[in-house]
């Protein structure tokens, strides 16, 4: 049992690149979320997906997108990456919006 | 606005020594308060979740108290051990739309 799998763990990007981060779960639960965590801060939401076929903007959502592919996967795109989206972004899922989040381990992502 | 503050920044205890890191929260409507552990280069891993009602819950050695009339909580680490060294992060759920309020974390180091 994976839980949360996430790649790739580490990325390398030229600014104006684009790239996706992918992510899936094994747990067949319905909530899925993309993060990102700066140095200091708090965990901050960029999209978060409450079922199959739904995405909906979280708290710093500009420069990203994102596709619910199915139950298991949700991926977020970079399509022009800048210096500003150098962070660690993590991929969670849960089983309703409101219960315990599982994270993946991470893909820790740098932009020059 | 909704905020969650966590104190100490940063600690380091002596192994088998006790702790306490405090959280400070604002969030209205409250609906519950998470700790969670983050090893340095991992995800977040769940220690306690807790409802308006409850006062205190165990976990092993980690005990977490809610006092939801001073919006505050602490978690409570027992006989410190080497592998309790991370980042512990309180997270507050907005019960209006469910949005996780995160703090920036107390970074903690346990020496031999």
């Known amino acids: 049992n994976a839980g949360v799998t996430q790649t790739p763990k580490f990325q390398v990007l030229k600014t104006g690149q684009s790239m996706t981060l992918q992510c899936a779960q094994d747990?067949?639960?319905?909530?899925m979320y993309w993060y990102r965590q700066d140095p200091g801060m708090g965990l901050r939401l960029i999209y978060y997906s409450a079922s199959e076929g739904t995405t909906d903007k979280g708290e710093v959502p500009n420069g990203y997108n994102v596709s619910r592919l199915n139950k298991r996967e949700f991926s977020l795109r970079l399509e022009s990456a800048a210096p500003s989206q150098t962070s660690v972004y993590f991929c969670?899922?849960?089983?309703?919006?409101?219960?315990?989040?599982?994270f993946g381990q991470g893909t820790r992502l740098t932009v020059v | 606005k909704n905020q969650v503050e966590q104190s100490p920044q940063s600690l380091i205890i002596l192994e088998g020594k006790n702790c306490t890191l405090q959280c400070n929260y604002t969030v209205s409507p409250f609906s519950n308060l998470r700790w969670y552990k983050q090893d340095t280069g991992r995800g977040p891993v769940s220690l306690t979740i807790?409802?308006?009602s409850e006062n205190t819950k165990s976990n092993g050695r980690y005990t977490a108290t809610l006092d939801a009339d001073t919006k505050q909580s602490s978690l409570h680490i027992t006989a410190s051990q080497l592998s309790d060294s991370a980042s512990y992060i309180c997270?507050?759920?907005?019960?209006?739309?469910?949005?996780?309020?995160w703090g920036a974390g107390t970074k903690l180091i346990i020496k031999p």
């Open positions: 807790m409802t308006f």
């Open positions: 997270v507050v759920s907005d019960r209006s739309n469910y949005q996780l309020i």
């Open positions: 747990m067949n639960h319905n909530s």
């Open positions: 969670a899922s849960s089983d309703e919006r409101n219960t315990e989040a599982f």
